[in-house]
Protein backbone atom coordinates (compact mmCIF):
# COMPACT_ATOMS: atom_id res chain seq x y z
CA UNK A 1 0.00 0.00 0.00
CA UNK A 2 1.20 3.26 -0.96
CA UNK A 3 0.31 4.85 2.64
CA UNK A 4 3.32 4.20 4.87
CA UNK A 5 6.36 6.33 3.09
CA UNK A 6 5.58 9.09 5.14
CA UNK A 7 9.35 10.26 6.66
CA UNK A 8 10.87 10.76 10.13
CA UNK A 9 9.31 12.01 12.33
CA UNK A 10 6.46 10.20 11.76
CA UNK A 11 3.08 11.95 12.09
CA UNK A 12 -0.54 11.14 11.87
CA UNK A 13 -3.47 13.03 11.81
CA UNK A 14 -5.94 11.25 13.33
CA UNK A 15 -9.88 11.66 14.46
CA UNK A 16 -11.52 10.55 17.98
CA UNK A 17 -13.42 7.52 17.42
CA UNK A 18 -16.83 7.89 16.04
CA UNK A 19 -19.33 6.18 14.52
CA UNK A 20 -18.32 8.42 10.83
CA UNK A 21 -14.48 7.53 11.50
CA UNK A 22 -12.45 8.10 8.87
CA UNK A 23 -10.09 5.30 8.71
CA UNK A 24 -11.22 3.94 5.60
CA UNK A 25 -8.96 1.89 3.67
CA UNK A 26 -8.86 4.15 0.63
CA UNK A 27 -8.11 7.16 2.90
CA UNK A 28 -5.03 6.08 4.01
CA UNK A 29 -2.62 8.04 1.49
CA UNK A 30 -3.98 10.92 3.33
CA UNK A 31 -1.99 10.57 6.24
CA UNK A 32 1.37 10.92 4.34
CA UNK A 33 1.57 14.65 4.78
CA UNK A 34 -0.35 15.12 7.58
CA UNK A 35 0.95 17.72 10.62
CA UNK A 36 0.77 16.72 14.57
CA UNK A 37 -1.27 18.79 15.89
CA UNK A 38 -2.66 18.70 19.81
CA UNK A 39 -5.05 15.87 21.18
CA UNK A 40 -8.55 17.58 21.26
CA UNK A 41 -11.98 16.70 21.81
CA UNK A 42 -14.58 14.65 19.86
CA UNK A 43 -15.31 14.81 16.50
CA UNK A 44 -12.82 17.07 15.37
CA UNK A 45 -9.47 16.77 14.17
CA UNK A 46 -6.65 16.29 16.69
CA UNK A 47 -3.35 14.41 15.77
CA UNK A 48 -0.93 11.97 18.38
CA UNK A 49 2.93 13.11 18.52
CA UNK A 50 4.00 9.26 17.58
CA UNK A 51 7.61 10.01 17.71
CA UNK A 52 8.26 10.70 21.58
CA UNK A 53 10.56 7.95 23.10
CA UNK A 54 8.86 8.37 26.56
CA UNK A 55 5.42 6.97 28.06
CA UNK A 56 3.34 9.60 28.49
CA UNK A 57 1.17 9.47 31.98
CA UNK A 58 -2.08 7.19 31.04
CA UNK A 59 -4.24 10.31 32.84
CA UNK A 60 -3.10 13.14 30.96
CA UNK A 61 -4.37 11.31 27.24
CA UNK A 62 -7.71 11.53 28.39
CA UNK A 63 -10.71 12.12 25.86
CA UNK A 64 -14.05 12.72 26.55
CA UNK A 65 -15.81 10.28 24.62
CA UNK A 66 -19.17 10.81 25.83
CA UNK A 67 -21.40 10.22 23.05
CA UNK A 68 -19.54 8.72 21.12
CA UNK A 69 -19.57 5.50 23.58
CA UNK A 70 -22.11 3.31 24.58
CA UNK A 71 -21.90 1.63 28.55
CA UNK A 72 -21.37 -1.83 27.36
CA UNK A 73 -22.70 -4.47 30.08
CA UNK A 74 -21.12 -7.07 28.25
CA UNK A 75 -19.73 -10.19 30.71
CA UNK A 76 -16.04 -10.27 28.16
CA UNK A 77 -14.80 -9.34 25.83
CA UNK A 78 -16.07 -6.55 28.01
CA UNK A 79 -15.25 -2.86 28.74
CA UNK A 80 -11.55 -1.17 28.58
CA UNK A 81 -11.20 1.79 30.36
CA UNK A 82 -11.43 4.99 27.69
CA UNK A 83 -8.36 6.24 28.99
CA UNK A 84 -6.61 3.00 27.99
CA UNK A 85 -7.88 3.22 24.53
CA UNK A 86 -6.78 6.65 23.95
CA UNK A 87 -3.68 6.25 25.01
CA UNK A 88 -3.45 2.93 22.79
CA UNK A 89 -4.93 4.67 19.95
CA UNK A 90 -2.45 7.44 19.98
CA UNK A 91 1.01 5.07 20.16
CA UNK A 92 -1.18 2.44 17.64
CA UNK A 93 1.09 3.90 14.32
CA UNK A 94 4.41 4.38 15.91
CA UNK A 95 4.78 3.45 19.38
CA UNK A 96 7.25 5.88 21.27
CA UNK A 97 9.32 6.57 18.17
CA UNK A 98 10.24 2.86 17.15
CA UNK A 99 8.36 3.46 13.76
CA UNK A 100 6.06 1.04 13.99
CA UNK A 101 3.46 -0.04 15.85
CA UNK A 102 2.92 -3.01 18.62
CA UNK A 103 1.21 -4.92 16.04
CA UNK A 104 4.31 -5.52 13.68
CA UNK A 105 6.90 -5.77 16.47
CA UNK A 106 9.69 -8.99 17.20
CA UNK A 107 8.35 -10.69 20.30
CA UNK A 108 11.97 -11.35 20.69
CA UNK A 109 13.33 -7.35 20.12
CA UNK A 110 14.28 -5.30 23.15
CA UNK A 111 11.13 -2.50 22.78
CA UNK A 112 8.57 -5.84 22.87
CA UNK A 113 10.73 -7.12 25.76
CA UNK A 114 10.12 -4.06 27.83
CA UNK A 115 6.07 -4.38 26.94
CA UNK A 116 6.25 -7.60 28.56
CA UNK A 117 8.43 -7.45 31.51
CA UNK A 118 6.75 -3.72 32.52
CA UNK A 119 3.49 -5.61 32.47
CA UNK A 120 4.37 -8.44 34.27
CA UNK A 121 6.58 -5.90 36.56
CA UNK A 122 3.26 -3.70 36.51
CA UNK A 123 0.79 -7.07 37.62
CA UNK A 124 3.43 -7.97 40.56
CA UNK A 125 2.83 -4.59 41.96
CA UNK A 126 -0.69 -4.48 41.68
CA UNK A 127 -1.43 -8.11 43.38
CA UNK A 128 2.05 -8.29 44.91
CA UNK A 129 2.95 -11.50 43.67
CA UNK A 130 6.01 -13.00 45.93
CA UNK A 131 8.99 -14.14 44.08
CA UNK A 132 8.35 -17.95 44.11
CA UNK A 133 5.23 -17.33 41.90
CA UNK A 134 5.83 -17.10 38.29
CA UNK A 135 3.91 -15.12 36.13
CA UNK A 136 2.94 -16.17 32.46
CA UNK A 137 1.22 -14.74 29.68
CA UNK A 138 -0.81 -17.63 27.36
CA UNK A 139 -2.81 -18.26 24.91
CA UNK A 140 -5.89 -20.85 24.55
CA UNK A 141 -8.56 -18.80 27.39
CA UNK A 142 -9.42 -19.78 30.58
CA UNK A 143 -10.77 -23.08 29.06
CA UNK A 144 -7.45 -24.10 27.99
CA UNK A 145 -6.07 -23.97 31.48
CA UNK A 146 -8.86 -26.50 32.53
CA UNK A 147 -6.60 -29.22 30.65
CA UNK A 148 -3.53 -27.55 31.68
CA UNK A 149 -3.62 -27.60 35.43
CA UNK A 150 -4.08 -31.33 35.94
CA UNK A 151 -1.82 -32.15 33.11
CA UNK A 152 1.09 -29.93 35.13
CA UNK A 153 0.08 -30.50 38.52
CA UNK A 154 -1.47 -34.28 38.26
CA UNK A 155 -0.67 -37.50 37.22
CA UNK A 156 -3.75 -39.37 35.97
CA UNK A 157 -4.49 -41.20 38.46
CA UNK A 158 -4.56 -38.91 41.27
CA UNK A 159 -7.83 -37.62 43.03
CA UNK A 160 -8.54 -33.79 42.79
CA UNK A 161 -11.46 -31.64 44.57
CA UNK A 162 -13.67 -29.27 42.99
CA UNK A 163 -15.89 -26.80 44.47
CA UNK A 164 -19.04 -26.08 41.88
CA UNK A 165 -20.21 -22.93 42.57
CA UNK A 166 -21.09 -22.34 38.57
CA UNK A 167 -21.31 -23.43 35.10
CA UNK A 168 -17.56 -22.42 34.47
CA UNK A 169 -16.77 -24.69 37.48
CA UNK A 170 -18.39 -27.29 36.09
CA UNK A 171 -16.93 -26.82 33.05
CA UNK A 172 -13.24 -26.90 34.57
CA UNK A 173 -14.38 -30.13 36.20
CA UNK A 174 -15.81 -31.82 33.44
CA UNK A 175 -12.53 -31.20 31.68
CA UNK A 176 -10.46 -32.38 34.40
CA UNK A 177 -11.67 -36.03 34.38
CA UNK A 178 -9.42 -36.09 30.70
CA UNK A 179 -6.08 -35.74 32.75
CA UNK A 180 -7.18 -36.91 36.46
CA UNK A 181 -9.90 -38.33 38.98
CA UNK A 182 -11.96 -35.53 40.14
CA UNK A 183 -14.29 -35.17 42.46
CA UNK A 184 -17.15 -32.95 43.01
CA UNK A 185 -17.15 -31.96 46.86
CA UNK A 186 -20.22 -29.65 46.68
CA UNK A 187 -22.12 -28.09 43.76
CA UNK A 188 -24.79 -25.34 43.71
CA UNK A 189 -26.50 -27.24 41.17
CA UNK A 190 -29.78 -27.84 42.65
CA UNK A 191 -30.02 -24.83 43.72
CA UNK A 192 -29.22 -22.83 40.37
CA UNK A 193 -25.77 -21.71 41.57
CA UNK A 194 -27.03 -19.26 43.73
CA UNK A 195 -24.97 -20.30 47.39
CA UNK A 196 -21.42 -20.86 48.28
CA UNK A 197 -21.41 -23.70 50.95
CA UNK A 198 -19.85 -22.89 54.54
CA UNK A 199 -16.48 -23.81 54.36
CA UNK A 200 -16.26 -25.99 57.24
CA UNK A 201 -18.63 -28.47 56.18
CA UNK A 202 -16.68 -29.33 53.07
CA UNK A 203 -15.43 -32.76 52.93
CA UNK A 204 -12.38 -32.77 51.42
CA UNK A 205 -10.43 -35.79 50.34
CA UNK A 206 -6.91 -35.80 52.37
CA UNK A 207 -5.29 -37.47 49.47
CA UNK A 208 -6.81 -34.91 46.55
CA UNK A 209 -3.78 -33.01 45.04
CA UNK A 210 -5.89 -29.79 44.57
CA UNK A 211 -8.97 -28.00 45.33
CA UNK A 212 -10.38 -25.79 42.59
CA UNK A 213 -12.64 -22.91 43.02
CA UNK A 214 -13.89 -20.31 40.31
CA UNK A 215 -13.91 -17.11 42.83
CA UNK A 216 -16.44 -15.69 40.21
CA UNK A 217 -19.04 -17.11 38.32
CA UNK A 218 -19.52 -14.58 35.98
CA UNK A 219 -23.17 -16.43 34.35
CA UNK A 220 -24.59 -16.59 38.07
CA UNK A 221 -22.71 -13.91 39.54
CA UNK A 222 -21.98 -15.52 43.01
CA UNK A 223 -18.33 -14.69 44.35
CA UNK A 224 -16.28 -16.18 46.77
CA UNK A 225 -16.04 -13.33 49.50
CA UNK A 226 -12.80 -15.35 51.14
CA UNK A 227 -11.42 -18.62 50.59
CA UNK A 228 -11.38 -22.35 51.52
CA UNK A 229 -8.19 -23.41 53.11
CA UNK A 230 -7.09 -26.64 51.16
CA UNK A 231 -7.25 -29.80 53.49
CA UNK A 232 -5.20 -32.04 50.82
CA UNK A 233 -2.49 -33.86 50.46
CA UNK A 234 -0.52 -30.86 48.92
CA UNK A 235 -1.97 -27.81 50.66
CA UNK A 236 -3.46 -26.70 47.42
CA UNK A 237 -5.58 -24.11 46.40
CA UNK A 238 -6.50 -23.57 42.47
CA UNK A 239 -8.57 -20.63 41.51
CA UNK A 240 -10.20 -19.06 38.30
CA UNK A 241 -9.95 -15.44 38.73
CA UNK A 242 -11.16 -15.08 35.17
CA UNK A 243 -14.10 -12.50 36.12
CA UNK A 244 -12.84 -11.35 38.93
CA UNK A 245 -8.88 -10.81 38.48
CA UNK A 246 -7.51 -7.58 39.80
CA UNK A 247 -10.87 -6.48 40.47
CA UNK A 248 -9.60 -6.20 44.36
CA UNK A 249 -6.84 -6.86 46.89
CA UNK A 250 -5.90 -10.62 46.46
CA UNK A 251 -3.55 -12.96 48.70
CA UNK A 252 -1.75 -14.57 46.09
CA UNK A 253 0.53 -16.83 48.71
CA UNK A 254 -2.71 -18.92 49.52
CA UNK A 255 -2.96 -20.31 46.04
CA UNK A 256 -1.09 -22.52 44.13
CA UNK A 257 -2.12 -21.86 41.13
CA UNK A 258 -5.00 -18.63 39.66
CA UNK A 259 -5.61 -18.12 36.33
CA UNK A 260 -7.45 -15.52 34.69
CA UNK A 261 -8.52 -14.78 30.99
CA UNK A 262 -8.08 -11.23 30.22
CA UNK A 263 -11.24 -10.39 28.40
CA UNK A 264 -13.47 -9.31 31.31
CA UNK A 265 -10.93 -6.89 33.73
CA UNK A 266 -7.60 -6.26 32.02
CA UNK A 267 -7.34 -6.50 28.19
CA UNK A 268 -8.59 -7.95 25.20
CA UNK A 269 -9.24 -11.58 24.65
CA UNK A 270 -6.58 -13.66 23.35
CA UNK A 271 -4.21 -14.04 26.14
CA UNK A 272 -4.44 -15.69 29.65
CA UNK A 273 -2.65 -14.41 32.68
CA UNK A 274 -1.62 -17.46 35.54
CA UNK A 275 0.32 -17.15 38.14
CA UNK A 276 1.93 -20.20 39.15
CA UNK A 277 3.74 -21.15 42.60
CA UNK A 278 7.39 -22.22 41.18
CA UNK A 279 7.44 -25.57 42.94
CA UNK A 280 4.17 -26.79 40.76
CA UNK A 281 6.13 -25.95 37.76
CA UNK A 282 8.25 -28.78 36.05
CA UNK A 283 6.15 -32.05 37.03
CA UNK A 284 3.73 -32.35 33.38
CA UNK A 285 2.28 -35.31 32.45
CA UNK A 286 4.31 -36.84 29.63
CA UNK A 287 1.77 -36.97 27.23
CA UNK A 288 1.38 -32.46 27.78
CA UNK A 289 1.73 -30.98 24.51
CA UNK A 290 4.48 -28.20 24.72
CA UNK A 291 2.10 -25.40 24.68
CA UNK A 292 0.22 -26.39 27.61
CA UNK A 293 3.18 -27.39 29.90
CA UNK A 294 4.19 -24.53 32.30
CA UNK A 295 8.37 -25.52 32.36
CA UNK A 296 8.13 -24.77 28.77
CA UNK A 297 6.36 -21.47 29.21
CA UNK A 298 8.68 -20.03 32.38
CA UNK A 299 11.98 -21.21 30.96
CA UNK A 300 11.41 -19.20 27.77
CA UNK A 301 9.29 -15.70 29.64
CA UNK A 302 6.92 -16.66 27.99
CA UNK A 303 7.90 -16.40 24.30
CA UNK A 304 8.23 -19.97 23.57
CA UNK A 305 6.15 -19.00 20.60
CA UNK A 306 4.74 -15.95 19.00
CA UNK A 307 2.69 -14.80 22.12
CA UNK A 308 -0.44 -12.25 21.59
CA UNK A 309 1.85 -9.13 21.69
CA UNK A 310 -1.17 -6.79 21.27
CA UNK A 311 -3.37 -8.42 23.79
CA UNK A 312 0.25 -8.36 26.61
CA UNK A 313 0.71 -4.53 25.24
CA UNK A 314 -3.14 -3.89 26.45
CA UNK A 315 -3.03 -5.79 29.31
CA UNK A 316 0.25 -3.18 30.03
CA UNK A 317 -1.54 -0.44 29.52
CA UNK A 318 -4.34 -1.59 31.91
CA UNK A 319 -2.28 -2.56 34.97
CA UNK A 320 -0.34 0.89 34.19
CA UNK A 321 -3.88 2.80 34.68
CA UNK A 322 -4.74 0.48 37.49
CA UNK A 323 -1.57 1.62 39.77
CA UNK A 324 -1.98 5.11 38.78
CA UNK A 325 -5.85 5.00 40.19
CA UNK A 326 -4.01 4.03 43.50
CA UNK A 327 -4.25 0.44 43.07
CA UNK A 328 -6.54 -2.17 44.09
CA UNK A 329 -7.47 -1.54 46.75
CA UNK A 330 -9.00 2.06 45.54
CA UNK A 331 -10.21 -0.04 42.27
CA UNK A 332 -12.04 -2.33 45.17
CA UNK A 333 -13.46 0.51 46.75
CA UNK A 334 -15.06 1.65 43.22
CA UNK A 335 -16.43 -1.61 42.84
CA UNK A 336 -17.82 -1.95 45.87
CA UNK A 337 -19.72 1.51 44.99
CA UNK A 338 -21.39 0.86 41.77
CA UNK A 339 -22.11 -2.86 42.83
CA UNK A 340 -24.16 -1.28 46.27
CA UNK A 341 -26.01 1.09 43.98
CA UNK A 342 -27.04 -1.68 41.42
CA UNK A 343 -28.01 -4.30 44.21
CA UNK A 344 -29.79 -1.63 46.30
CA UNK A 345 -32.00 -0.44 43.74
CA UNK A 346 -32.69 -3.99 43.30
CA UNK A 347 -33.51 -4.88 46.71
CA UNK A 348 -35.40 -1.58 47.23
CA UNK A 349 -38.03 -2.48 43.75
CA UNK A 350 -40.34 -3.98 46.09
CA UNK A 351 -39.59 -7.21 44.04
CA UNK A 352 -40.19 -5.60 40.76
CA UNK A 353 -36.49 -6.40 40.38
CA UNK A 354 -34.96 -10.04 42.17
CA UNK A 355 -31.26 -10.81 41.79
CA UNK A 356 -31.79 -14.25 42.87
CA UNK A 357 -28.13 -14.72 44.38
CA UNK A 358 -27.70 -15.22 48.45
CA UNK A 359 -26.57 -11.64 49.63
CA UNK A 360 -23.61 -12.69 50.83
CA UNK A 361 -21.93 -13.78 47.45
CA UNK A 362 -23.22 -11.65 45.29
CA UNK A 363 -20.87 -10.61 42.86
CA UNK A 364 -19.01 -7.63 42.18
CA UNK A 365 -18.85 -7.96 39.14
CA UNK A 366 -21.82 -9.67 37.30
CA UNK A 367 -25.29 -9.05 38.82
CA UNK A 368 -27.70 -11.14 37.24
CA UNK A 369 -31.51 -10.09 37.70
CA UNK A 370 -34.84 -10.60 36.85
CA UNK A 371 -38.40 -8.60 36.44
CA UNK A 372 -41.19 -10.31 38.24
CA UNK A 373 -43.26 -9.98 34.85
CA UNK A 374 -40.35 -12.05 33.08
CA UNK A 375 -42.80 -10.87 29.87
CA UNK A 376 -41.47 -7.33 30.10
CA UNK A 377 -37.15 -8.49 30.02
CA UNK A 378 -37.16 -8.21 26.09
CA UNK A 379 -38.47 -5.11 26.09
CA UNK A 380 -36.44 -3.98 29.25
CA UNK A 381 -33.21 -5.15 27.15
CA UNK A 382 -34.46 -3.53 24.01
CA UNK A 383 -35.53 0.08 25.70
CA UNK A 384 -32.08 -0.31 27.57
CA UNK A 385 -30.41 -0.71 24.22
CA UNK A 386 -31.77 2.65 23.30
CA UNK A 387 -30.74 4.89 25.81
CA UNK A 388 -26.88 3.67 24.92
CA UNK A 389 -27.13 0.74 27.52
CA UNK A 390 -25.93 -2.73 25.57
CA UNK A 391 -25.49 -6.18 26.27
CA UNK A 392 -27.39 -6.30 29.43
CA UNK A 393 -29.50 -9.71 28.27
CA UNK A 394 -28.53 -12.43 30.64
CA UNK A 395 -26.92 -15.57 29.25
CA UNK A 396 -28.98 -17.99 27.31
CA UNK A 397 -28.79 -20.56 29.71
CA UNK A 398 -30.68 -18.44 33.09
CA UNK A 399 -32.28 -15.97 30.83
CA UNK A 400 -33.16 -12.81 32.76
CA UNK A 401 -31.30 -9.81 32.65
CA UNK A 402 -26.90 -9.38 33.41
CA UNK A 403 -25.19 -6.21 34.19
CA UNK A 404 -21.61 -6.64 34.05
CA UNK A 405 -19.91 -4.06 35.52
CA UNK A 406 -16.13 -4.94 35.66
CA UNK A 407 -13.20 -2.23 36.79
CA UNK A 408 -13.84 -0.44 33.53
CA UNK A 409 -17.66 0.75 33.41
CA UNK A 410 -17.68 4.05 34.93
CA UNK A 411 -19.76 4.66 38.21
CA UNK A 412 -21.91 7.42 35.97
CA UNK A 413 -22.95 3.89 33.62
CA UNK A 414 -24.40 1.90 36.55
CA UNK A 415 -26.03 5.36 37.87
CA UNK A 416 -27.44 5.42 34.53
CA UNK A 417 -28.60 2.61 34.68
CA UNK A 418 -30.32 2.77 37.65
CA UNK A 419 -31.96 5.65 36.69
CA UNK A 420 -33.29 3.90 33.85
CA UNK A 421 -34.66 1.01 36.05
CA UNK A 422 -36.44 2.96 38.10
CA UNK A 423 -37.68 4.68 35.58
CA UNK A 424 -38.85 1.40 33.74
CA UNK A 425 -40.47 0.56 37.14
CA UNK A 426 -42.79 3.22 37.30
CA UNK A 427 -43.90 2.95 33.60
CA UNK A 428 -45.00 -0.73 33.83
CA UNK A 429 -45.57 -1.42 38.18
N1 LIG B 1 -13.92 -19.05 33.45
C1 LIG B 1 -14.73 -18.03 33.65
C2 LIG B 1 -15.09 -17.64 35.05
C3 LIG B 1 -15.27 -17.33 32.56
O1 LIG B 1 -16.09 -16.30 32.75
C4 LIG B 1 -14.89 -17.72 31.26
C5 LIG B 1 -15.36 -16.97 30.03
N2 LIG B 1 -16.51 -16.30 30.11
C6 LIG B 1 -14.04 -18.82 31.12
C7 LIG B 1 -13.56 -19.45 32.23
C8 LIG B 1 -13.62 -19.27 29.75
O2 LIG B 1 -12.73 -18.35 29.28
P1 LIG B 1 -12.17 -18.35 27.80
O3 LIG B 1 -13.30 -17.98 26.91
O4 LIG B 1 -11.09 -17.32 27.86
O5 LIG B 1 -11.65 -19.71 27.51
Not at 34 to 48: A, D, H, N, Q
Not at 222 to 233: D, H, I, M
Not at 285 to 300: A, C, F, G, R
Not at 369 to 381: G, M
Request: hydrophobic fraction near 35%; charged fraction near 20%.
Amino acid sequence: MAATTSSSPHSLFLQTPNRNHPFKANNFSSFTNLKIKTFSTRRTPMSITCASTAAAPIQTQIQNQEGDRVFNFAAGPATLPEKVLAKAQSELYNWRGSGMSVMEMSHRGKEFKSIIEKAESDLRTLLNIPQEYSVLFLQGGATTQFAAIPLNVCRPEDPVDFLVTGSWGDKAYKEAQKYCNPKVIWSGKTEKYTKIPSFEDLKQNPDAKFLHICANETIHGVEFKNYPTPNNATGLLIADMSSNFCSKPVDVSKFGIIYAGAQKNVGPSGVTIVIVRKDLIGHAQESTPVMLDYKIHDENNSLYNTPPCYCIYMCGLVFDYLLELGGLEEVERMNKKKADLLYNAIDGSNGFYRCPVEKSVRSLMNVPFTLEKSELEAEFVKEAAKEQMVQLKGHRSVGGMRASIYNAMPLAGVEKLVAFMKDFQAKHA
